[in-house]
């Protein structure tokens, strides 16, 4: 089960018949609405689009707002566009003015009063670079540093510089009032610069009732800066390096993701990695080789997702560059020395509260017994959020009780969420849980599962207990020899030599009331042995440390209880036998 979660960005390309279909069917995590494009009629067809087919494939999709940002733009161009060359001047003005090759306006006005001489403005995403040589009250007069072509509404930056700008605009209200509207899961928060700006964002939420979680772009060196108290107060980060790449020397991009990365592992929070991963698959059907390791070497740092932005809304391969992302994420997982990351997490953090100090343990304990799950009961999903800070290996499985929960987690690093009713104790929770990811076929008879939840029911942020549970049955009792070793398989009742000689098979489960040499050459071929006799220096227990499987001996009624042909499961350390869903 792939753990890094891949979020793909809706446009022109998923609106093509059958394709956003498929994005779902081939693991799309998160959809991502990129309202720097579109109008709200486009977005909440798409929305409506993704909840509907979300339903009939049974698949929790949240929904992300991605603001526009307190952005600054060139004005209209009166052809369009122009072609600037290395050495000329060119101005920018806070005039209302048609663009020519000689002069722009640009969109936010007090851009003269924040920059200073010498100083260098950027136009396209970096495209074209312009010093700045004199500055008055309305215009900012510039040397062209390159030869480009520019055009109406493109994009500028200003690397270094703190604007005065206030950070949601009028545009990003009206868009994030719309996204509690419509019930979007996550707003992604563009040009964060500190904990302010998402508090602004939040408190709109708040004065609205809108469980939405958010996530702080950070595309600039204030944002860099400021990293630990913008973690305090977001849900999570993206690792934005398209603007990022423009304000920032380029060449501090790898290093400045690996700190960004580290510090939202550490702190437990959501971290996607964005912009460019498989760029060239908007027109070529592989990505390139350098593509691939970007991927995995973000997955390597830690990140808890990746994002594909042109190469879905807009590319020509969107359903096939999101295979390619699976892949490399799968791939990657496979070469991840997962104790290794957890011990990390968990020795770099400060003390840890208590709901996070068992979900430590409950992550280090299904190490230590190889779980197939972790399940987490949690009303909020904040224990999820726990265990998946600490990136263990085996899959967390979320039962929420509300479907926005539901979605929400779905963001998260190795969680996998499931909606569930309100249990009243707790061990109906621990058997209403470990029931609903039964159902779900994420655990299966005779798996070991690690459970955590909070006692008393109900409460959020009281996560203190943990429970290694056996799913399934239990159909016999005995001692385990081996303790180290389990089998899974089907049964085979032989009361004697002759008997296994006519119907054993090799990799059956070989169940006897005892046994002697006779019947020796079937044991080597069993996948595992139950034997009624008792005793550790009985034959059965002799030649099964020998030979070095999974035996239970002192099995009661084992000849009679199990029949040929059930599938069952052994766990030699517990001595247990159980029934396995067929």
Sequence with gaps: ????????????STDQPGILRQ???????????NFSHGDYAEHKGRLDQLRALSKELDVSIPAMLDTKGPEIRLGEFENGKEQLTAGQKFILTS?????????SSITYKDLPHDVSVGGRIMLDDGLISLRIESITDTDIVCTVENDGVIKTKKGVNVPGVHLSMPYMSQRDRDDILFGIEQGYDLISASFTRSAQDIMDI????????????????????????????????????MVARGDMGVEIDYAEIPSIQKHLIDH?????????????????????????????????????????????????????????????????????????????????V???????????????????????????????????????????????????????????????????????????????????????????????GLIHSGDRVVVTAGVPVGVSGT?????????????????????????????????????????FKAGQILVVPF????????????????????????????????????VIIGATHATRTLKDGMKISMDCARGVVQAMSE
């Excluded at 994005?23 to 609405?33: C, K, P, Q």
């Excluded at 089998?487 to 009742?493: D, R, W």
């Design 95 to 103: 005039r209302n003015v048609k663009g020519t090759k000689e002069i």
């Design 515 to 550: 046994t002697t040499n006779d019947i020796l050459p079937y044991m080597r071929q069993a996948a595992g042995i139950i034997a009624e006799e008792a005793g550790a220096n009985s034959h059965s227990a002799i030649v099964g440390l020998t030979l070095g499987k999974p």
């Design 1 to 12: 089960m792939r753990k890094t979660k891949i979020v793909c960005t809706l446009g022109p």
């Design 463 to 503: 996560t203190n207990m943990i429970k290694v549970h056996l799913v399934g049955d239990t159909l016999l009792t005995g001692i385990g020899i081996n303790p180290g070793l389990n089998a899974k398989g089907e049964v085979c009742v032989c009361r004697n030599a002759e008997e296994a000689a006519k119907k």
């Design 202 to 237: 939040r408190h709109l939420l708040d004065e609205h009732n809108a469980n939405i979680r958010i996530i702080a772009k950070i595309e600039n060196q204030e944002g860099i800066d400021n990293i630990d108290e913008i973690l305090s107060v977001a849900d999570g980060i």
């Design 346 to 440: 968990g020795m770099d953090s400060t003390r840890l509260t208590i709901s996070a100090a068992v979900s430590h343990a409950a992550c280090t304990t299904a190490s230590d017994i190889g779980a197939s799950a972790i399940i987490t009961a949690s009303k909020s999903g904040e224990t999820a959020r726990l265990l998946s800070r600490f990136r263990p290996d085996a899959p967390i499985i979320a039962c929420v009780l509300d479907e926005t929960t539901c979605r929400q987690m779905n963001v998260y690093r190795g969680v996998t969420p499931l909606l569930m009713d309100y249990a009243h104790s707790t061990d109906e929770l621990i058997s209403m849980s470990v029931k609903a990811a039964e159902d779900a």
């Design 264 to 344: 939202a592992m550490q702190m437990g929070k959501i971290c996607i990695t964005a912009t460019q991963m498989l760029d060239s698959m908007m027109v070529n059907p592989r990505p390139t080789r350098a593509e691939i390791t970007d991927v995995a070497n973000a997955i390597y740092d830690g990140t808890g997702a990746v994002m594909l932005s042109g190469e879905t809304a807009a590319g020509k391969y969107p359903v096939e560059a999101l295979k390619a992302m699976a892949m490399i994420a799968e791939t990657t997982e496979s070469d991840t020395n997962y104790e290794s990351l957890c011990h990390h």
């Design 23 to 33: 994005l779902l069917e081939n693991g799309m995590n998160v959809a991502r609405f």
